[in-house]
């Protein structure tokens, strides 16, 4: 298993199409706090200003890191490698294990850095316009947490999202509008559902605050998990029982 991660992080590493979408979300993330944390006005109460640090930069950087993972077995199928790769790996769950720790642990990497870059960007922002606010108020310690292990989710779901579907298109193509506007559109015909849905239950773990909403960041993390588990589980059923040539 040590020699299966080895390699799933060199390939990981020495993919260009890694660092471009690596960056992309550190560039992303200090560029919208820095426009969110600039709105902010006078009169603003301390949760409001300290949910600028966090909640702006999640609802872009997690379709770099879903993507990320997505491309992590759709790849391997497009381009052929899931051949030899298995080939050197016959045990399949075994690379699919492989292939989730380290995008789930590069996603929890990445999403640290990330999160950093925001908190950093927007103490600073809103120093320069005179509503400074410190990271130790309220449960802020807990939602930069929280944002870092949603980050991590992402990186897993995306790998068991391309799992599931294969071709790197339509994974993209499904995934990234969901969590980019549709969960939210379907919230406007059933506002009790999307609630329980994915990304929905996910913002739980990076909301500054979670009074007066319907779910805790526990049960919000505890659903989002659960979805991620059914896509990664569905995912590698299918991956055991088809033919990859």
Partial sequence: ??????????KLRSLRTTWVLAIL?????????????GTVQEGMGDFERLDLLLTPAPLLVRLF???LGILAFANEYRYGTIVPTLAAAPIRL?????KLIVLGAFGLVLGAIVTLASVVTGLTVLSLVGQPVSI???????????????????AVL????????RQPTIAIGVLIPWALFAEQALGS???????????????????VTTQGEPLDAGVGAALFLTWTAVVVVGGALLFQRRDVS
């Avoid at 995306?158 to 799992?163: R, T």
């Avoid at 015909?189 to 909301?207: C, D, E, I, K, R």
Wanted: with cysteine.
């Fill in 136 to 154: 130790l108020d309220g449960e802020i310690p807990r939602a930069i947490a929280g944002t870092i292990a949603f980050y991590g989710i992402c």
């Fill in 65 to 67: 890191i879903l993507g």
């Fill in 1 to 10: 298993m040590n020699k299966l991660i080895r390699s799933e992080w060199i």
């Fill in 94 to 98: 075994e690379l699919v294990g492989a």
């Fill in 189 to 207: 015909f059933l506002p009790n559902l999307v609630t329980y849905l994915p990304f929905t239950a996910g913002a739980q773990l990076y909301a």
């Fill in 25 to 37: 979300s550190i560039v992303t993330a200090i560029g919208i706090t820095a426009v969110a944390a």
């Fill in 158 to 165: 995306g790998v068991g999202a391309g799992l599931l579907v």
